[in-house]
Nanobody, 124 residues
Framework: QVQLVESGGGSVQAGGSLRLSCATS????????MGWFRQAPGKGREGVAS???????NYADSVKGRFTISKDNARKILYLQMNSLKLEDTAMYYC??????????????????WGQGTQVTVSS
């Protein structure tokens, strides 16, 4: 079955960096659209970045220039490099996958498979 397992979250000071990973199995990773979402306490889940099967990337305006999404098709791992972290980046981060094309960073309804999330906490 499809599995997505995030890791790499943690606590970091503002201005710092983290790299999230999403290990996957159970589907043809290289042919799927992949995405990162986040959900802060009391807020809805929002798209952060997406990457197409061909490697085309999209970013939310709030993270452009700071976050980089990438993937390793051979290892079936999705990454999110997060630099210059801000207090407002604090959230649970989820990776997501879908076999169909996604427009932009996508919405939660665009992705059929989800990981369990990894917490990112940015402090001052």
């Amino acid at each position: 079955q499809v599995q997505l397992v995030e890791s790499g979250g943690g606590s970091v000071q503002a201005g710092g960096s983290l790299r999230l990973s999403c290990a996957t199995s159970g589907f043809s990773f290289g042919t799927y659209w992949m995405g990162w979402f986040r959900q802060a306490p009391g807020k809805g889940r929002e798209g952060v970045a997406s990457i197409s099967d061909a490697g085309r990337t999209n970013y939310a305006d709030s993270v452009k220039g700071r976050f980089t999404i990438s993937k390793d098709n051979a290892r079936k791992i999705l990454y999110l490099q997060m630099n210059s972290l801000k207090l407002e980046d604090t959230a649970m981060y989820y990776c997501a996958a879908d076999p169909e094309r996604v427009a932009g960073v996508g919405q939660t309804t665009d992705f059929g498979y989800w990981g369990q999330g990894t917490q990112v906490t940015v402090s001052s």
